[in-house]
């Protein structure tokens, strides 16, 4: 039985992998999942230098989901580089960095600096809706996309990544821009912006006011947005929005996503991510898969 | 060590207004606890995501006590559990308070409202001299009569129907209680005038924070703190509560 898959000449063991920002660099889960049964592992968005991000409340739970607002706070470049890329080389699985930047100045640093490092793949965020500039400034335009995507390629030595944002009228239009630009792979969806009220305090949930929605109720506006994706372009998706189970991320690989990147799921259950790959492999024995390509899009 | 476990429920009451106290038999969590950490309880209604962080208030071999407040719907249903129910928590969590801190000291040990439960388990290990003050919204109170067995107990309510009318640090100055180092936990206006009433007196303070968390483990960046220096973790002024404190060291955080 194949399980595994080829990202822009990437081979990972399997499709499954860490959705950025819910897992860290994996330091603190690595007590409940073995980091060595996973795709790859997606860190947290590190940018050139480091940042505090967003005053607290970060975190509200809703209905079948969760908003967040932490900010993209990270330790800086240098501290990931020498802490961070380290501790996951200790794994046999693939390093993919999340990157984030306030200024195409911003990213193309990091970019740079990752370079002469052993990562696999970068992944540019483009779509935080909880930053003020950068994040998601860059991600709702298409001609922004296309030119980050093509500054960010000239510069990269390993595949690049582009992480979309929902928060479009059209994402497909996103995903193309991404595509001339010249990304290798596309992820989505990133985060729904949301918002809570707390009646009580009569005041926002978050201190941000509004947040990135994720958690399974996003879930279906996800497997949408990857099927539309999936039929307008022909570089690979990794697919994300809700996925709590193996069922749900066969869902988005029936849809036509090549990989799938698991969040929220993280905090309901720390080895969540090992209980998918699990789950996938049986529904392969189940369904006589021999190979998880033949089931990549095949939901027409 | 922490340990994600499926455990169960051995006892459950009501012991104040909305206050529940449940005794949970455990694989490995209670008997590697130490008195301020916590434990994430997961709700079984799968619309709650998030896992709820509650104080442990004691620990008797492989069973766990948790004393805690229905805040929403999630207590609310781990209020609804009896005997035998199976629930899936993580723990131990976070760092506890450094009993080390009270050798051949006079400690006083402060708790508020549903930040009393953790001084319980902190009382019974303590080897030292105590005093113990605690601070309700009125005389509906809880756990006192446990603690009474391991000091000298101090009462304030907000409404005055019990002890001193005010605040702990009311009590704690109306009641002439003295000591050498702080152990505290409650809400964050109440730390804020311990960290304060230290800083005024000279006296070494541990304060227990809370905050909204996710994954309770240090991965997610929910739950931070501000800290007084750069963090080594964060390299900003930001520390995880979950993971770095819960218990702190006054001087350390800013709140």
Same mark, same amino acid.
Request: net charge negative; with cysteine; proline share 5%.
């Given at each position: 039985?194949?399980?595994?898959?080829?990202?822009?000449?990437?081979?990972?063991?399997?499709?499954?992998?860490?959705?950025?920002?819910?897992?860290?660099?994996?330091?603190?889960?690595?007590?409940?999942?073995?980091?060595?049964?996973?795709?790859?592992?997606?860190?947290?968005?590190?940018?050139?230098?480091?940042?505090?991000?967003?005053?607290?409340?970060?975190?509200?739970?809703?209905?079948?989901?969760?908003?967040?607002?932490?900010?993209?706070?990270?330790?800086?470049?240098?501290?990931?580089?020498?802490?961070?890329?380290?501790?996951?080389?200790?794994?046999?699985?693939? +390093?993919?960095?999340?990157?984030?930047?306030?200024?195409?100045?911003?990213?193309?640093?990091?970019?740079?600096?990752?370079?002469?490092?052993?990562?696999?793949?970068?992944?540019?965020?483009?779509?935080?809706?909880?930053?003020?500039?950068?994040?998601?400034?860059?991600?709702?335009?298409?001609?922004?996309?296309?030119? +980050?995507?093509?500054?960010?390629?000239?510069?990269?030595?390993?595949?690049? +990544?582009?992480?979309?944002?929902?928060?479009?009228?059209?994402?497909?239009?996103?995903?193309?821009?991404?595509?001339?630009?010249?990304?290798?792979?596309?992820?989505?969806?990133?985060?729904?912006?949301?918002?809570?009220?707390?009646?009580?305090?009569?005041?926002?949930?978050?201190?941000?006011?509004?947040?990135?929605?994720?958690?399974?109720?996003?879930?279906?506006?996800?497997?949408?947005?990857?099927?539309?994706?999936?039929?307008?372009?022909?570089?690979? +998706?990794?697919?994300?929005?809700?996925?709590?189970?193996?069922?749900?991320?066969?869902?988005?690989?029936?849809?036509?996503?090549?990989?799938?990147?698991?969040?929220?799921?993280?905090?309901?259950?720390?080895?969540?991510?090992?209980?998918?790959?699990?789950?996938?492999?049986?529904?392969?024995?189940?369904?006589?898969?021999?190979?998880?390509?033949?089931?990549?899009?095949?939901?027409? | 060590?922490?340990?994600?476990?499926?455990?169960?429920?051995?006892?459950?009451?009501?012991?104040?207004?909305?206050?529940?106290?449940?005794?949970?038999?455990?694989?490995?969590?209670?008997?590697?606890?130490?008195?301020?950490?916590?434990?994430?309880?997961?709700?079984?209604?799968?619309?709650?995501?998030?896992?709820?962080?509650?104080?442990?208030?004691?620990?008797?071999?492989?069973?766990?006590?948790?004393?805690?407040?229905?805040?929403?719907?999630?207590?609310?249903?781990?209020?609804?559990?009896?005997?035998?129910?199976?629930?899936?928590?993580?723990?131990?969590?976070?760092?506890?308070?450094?009993?080390?801190?009270?050798?051949?000291?006079?400690?006083?040990?402060?708790?508020?409202?549903? $930040?009393?439960?953790?001084?319980?388990?902190?009382?019974?290990?303590?080897?030292?001299?105590?005093?113990?003050?605690?601070?309700?919204?009125?005389?509906?109170?809880?756990?006192?009569?446990?603690?009474?067995?391991?000091?000298?107990?101090?009462?304030?309510?907000?409404? $005055?129907?019990?002890?001193?009318? $005010?605040?702990?640090?009311?009590?704690?100055?109306?009641?002439?209680?003295?000591?050498?180092?702080?152990?505290?936990?409650?809400?964050?206006?109440?730390?804020?005038?311990?960290?304060?009433?230290?800083?005024?007196?000279?006296?070494?303070?541990?304060?227990?924070?809370?905050?909204?968390?996710?994954?309770?483990?240090?991965?997610?960046?929910?739950?931070?703190?501000?800290?007084?220096?750069?963090?080594?973790?964060?390299?900003?002024?930001?520390?995880?509560?979950?993971?770095? $404190?819960?218990?702190?060291?006054?001087?350390?955080?800013?709140?």
């Amino acid at each position: 039985m194949k399980t595994s898959v080829n990202l822009a000449g990437v081979e990972l063991k399997n499709p499954v992998m860490t959705a950025s920002g819910t897992f860290g660099s994996g330091m603190e889960y690595a007590e409940f999942a073995d980091l060595n049964k996973l795709g790859a592992v997606v860190t947290k968005g590190v940018a050139n230098v480091p940042w505090p991000g967003n005053p607290t409340p970060r975190v509200a739970e809703v209905y079948g989901g969760m908003l967040n607002a932490i900010g993209l706070q990270n330790p800086g470049i240098d501290v990931f580089a020498s802490r961070d890329i380290p501790f996951l080389r200790q794994y046999d699985t693939k +390093i993919i960095v999340n990157v984030c930047g306030k200024s195409e100045k911003d990213y193309l640093e990091v970019v740079e600096r990752l370079a002469d490092e052993p990562v696999d793949m970068l992944e540019i965020n483009i779509s935080c809706p909880n930053v003020k500039e950068g994040g998601i400034a860059f991600g709702q335009n298409a001609a922004n996309i296309e030119h +980050i995507t093509a500054a960010v390629k000239k510069k990269a030595a390993q595949p690049v +990544i582009m992480k979309l944002s929902p928060n479009v009228t059209d994402i497909t239009e996103m995903a193309k821009a991404a595509e001339a630009g010249g990304a290798d792979v596309l992820s989505l969806i990133n985060t729904i912006t949301g918002m809570k009220i707390d009646i009580n305090r009569q005041t926002f949930a978050l201190a941000n006011k509004t947040g990135g929605m994720s958690g399974p109720a996003v879930k279906p506006v996800a497997v949408r947005m990857v099927y539309q994706v999936a039929n307008a372009v022909s570089i690979p +998706i990794i697919g994300m929005g809700g996925i709590m189970t193996a069922e749900d991320a066969l869902e988005f690989i029936l849809a036509g996503a090549t990989a799938v990147s698991v969040g929220t799921a993280n905090f309901c259950n720390p080895h969540a991510t090992i209980d998918i790959v699990n789950g996938i492999e049986d529904y392969m024995r189940a369904k006589n898969v021999n190979d998880i390509n033949e089931l990549i899009g095949i939901v027409k | 060590m922490k340990f994600d476990e499926t455990a169960t429920v051995v006892s459950q009451n009501e012991i104040s207004d909305g206050i529940y106290d449940m005794w949970i038999d455990t694989g490995n969590i209670a008997a590697n606890a130490v008195p301020g950490q916590f434990i994430s309880v997961y709700t079984k209604d799968a619309s709650k995501l998030l896992p709820r962080p509650i104080s442990i208030c004691e620990t008797d071999g492989s069973r766990l006590r948790i004393v805690y407040r229905i805040a929403g719907k999630g207590t609310k249903e781990f209020s609804g559990y009896a005997q035998g129910e199976q629930i899936h928590i993580l723990g131990p969590l976070g760092n506890g308070f450094p009993l080390e801190a009270a050798a051949g000291k006079k400690a006083i040990l402060i708790g508020g409202g549903i $930040g009393i439960p953790p001084m319980l388990e902190l009382a019974k290990h303590l080897d030292c001299d105590k005093e113990i003050v605690v601070g309700y919204r009125n005389s509906d109170t809880f756990l006192d009569k446990e603690l009474q067995q391991y000091g000298n107990l101090t009462i304030a309510s907000d409404d $005055g129907s019990i002890g001193t009318h $005010g605040t702990v640090i009311d009590a704690i100055k109306a009641c002439g209680v003295k000591g050498d180092v702080i152990f505290a936990c409650g809400p964050t206006p109440m730390l804020r005038a311990i960290k304060q009433y230290a800083a005024d007196n000279g006296i070494e303070a541990w304060i227990s924070l809370e905050e909204r968390m996710a994954c309770g483990i240090g991965a997610c960046l929910a739950c931070v703190c501000k800290s007084t220096d750069v963090d080594s973790h964060s390299m900003v002024h930001n520390k995880r509560i979950c993971k770095d $404190g819960p218990v702190f060291n006054a001087t350390e955080v800013e709140l």
